[in-house]
DNA sequence: AATACGGGGTG
DNA sequence: CACCCAGTATT
């Protein structure tokens, strides 16, 4: 859950993570709908999918005690080098180091490294460096802990804290008034704007004293919010109008859609894309083909109290939420 | 080496 | 608005 999220988004969920899925084996048998359900909010959905997975390889292949061997743990899918050793670090005080956003700029610092730290040669170096910092025997997990959280509350990416830095005698960067400058800048990240569509397609031939359904489906796998329910949507490209925008998506539904009134505009982002969704109300010409849709289609007919069950995309739910 | 993947917090 | 967050997997 820590991976490229701050500890403070992460709180919540995890705590009501851990009374749904108190251990391995009650994650490992979950259905991946009840997951992403507790995911949801969150982002990098995959990290949830990786993690189920991991929980389903750790019951079939360790009898359900997780590894304590770092290649072992490694091997587990979602878990990265970082991920590794925070885990064994941490968990059983084993002797190796962690380089993420804190540690990244901390020990950037610490010696006053001019090149950015994401660059290959500064990676090296800096795992070098957390490597060779580490306490030569007992409390490397402590450490780890001690580096991040100086990176989190004191030498923070804008004003670094220095006058409360524990280690400030010892930095090089705050010894040459650099820590302003260090770390080096990243490349800047070309952002792309984007305009895409959202359809509410309201059941037809409802009865009146029927709660009135919706169109959604999962996204498949490989696509943005793999696993989350979501509306009719463009998706992948920028669309300039609503009419494109339902042509394209009627051919993922297989039948035509009218295009109805404006619903609302919502704004969000997706790494490095600015998207600005709107969101039209449209329908289904044709009330037969709207309930005879053959088996393989992923489109089903939900109701607002249905969606509160479903994981859906923060757009999604505010969607969702205007229906309700 | 570059890119995709989310959403929220912060200055 | 731009940058960043207790990164990983894929191309």
Not at 17 to 44: C, S
Not at 202 to 209: K, P, V
Request: proline share 7%.
């Amino acid at each position: 859950m820590l991976q490229q999220t701050q500890v403070k988004t992460v709180l919540p969920y995890y705590d009501r993570f851990l009374k749904t899925f108190p251990d391995v084996f009650k994650l490992a048998e979950a259905e991946e709908a009840t997951l992403m359900q507790h995911w949801e909010g969150l982002g990098y959905y995959r990290r949830a999918r990786s993690m189920h997975a991991a929980a389903k390889r750790i019951v079939e292949d360790h009898d359900g005690v997780f590894p304590s061997d770092f290649d072992e743990v490694l091997a587990l899918p979602g878990i990265g080098r970082y991920t590794a050793g925070a885990i064994l670090s941490i968990s059983g005080d084993q002797r190796f180091p962690v380089l993420e956003g804190n540690t990244q700029r901390v020990f950037s610092r610490w010696v006053a490294l001019r090149r950015p730290p994401t660059e290959t040669q500064s990676t090296k170096l800096l795992w070098q460096i957390a490597e060779s910092m580490l306490p030569p025997k007992k409390g490397s997990g402590l450490f780890n802990q001690a580096a991040m959280e100086l990176g989190a509350l004191v030498c923070t990416p804008k004003n670094p804290n220095c006058g409360e830095c524990p280690v400030r005698k010892h930095c090089a960067a705050h010894r040459f008034g650099k820590e302003a400058e260090i770390p080096g800048k990243l490349a800047k990240i070309k952002y792309e704007s984007r305009r895409e569509y959202a359809f509410v397609v309201r059941e037809a031939g409802a009865g009146d004293d029927e709660p009135p359904r919706y169109l959604m489906r999962a996204l498949p796998e490989g696509v943005r919010w793999s696993g989350l329910w979501d509306f009719p949507r463009t998706i992948e490209r920028s669309i300039d109008s609503v009419e494109e925008a339902a042509v394209e998506v009627s051919v993922s539904l297989n039948q035509p859609l009218q295009i109805g009134e404006p619903l609302t505009r919502i704004k969000h982002a997706v790494t490095k894309y600015r998207i600005e969704l709107q969101v039209h109300h449209a329908d289904l010409p044709s009330p037969s083909a709207s309930q005879n849709h053959d088996s393989e289609s992923p489109w089903k007919f939900v109701t607002a109290k249905e969606m509160k069950k479903l994981p859906l995309s923060v757009t999604g739910r505010k969607i969702a939420k205007l229906l309700d």
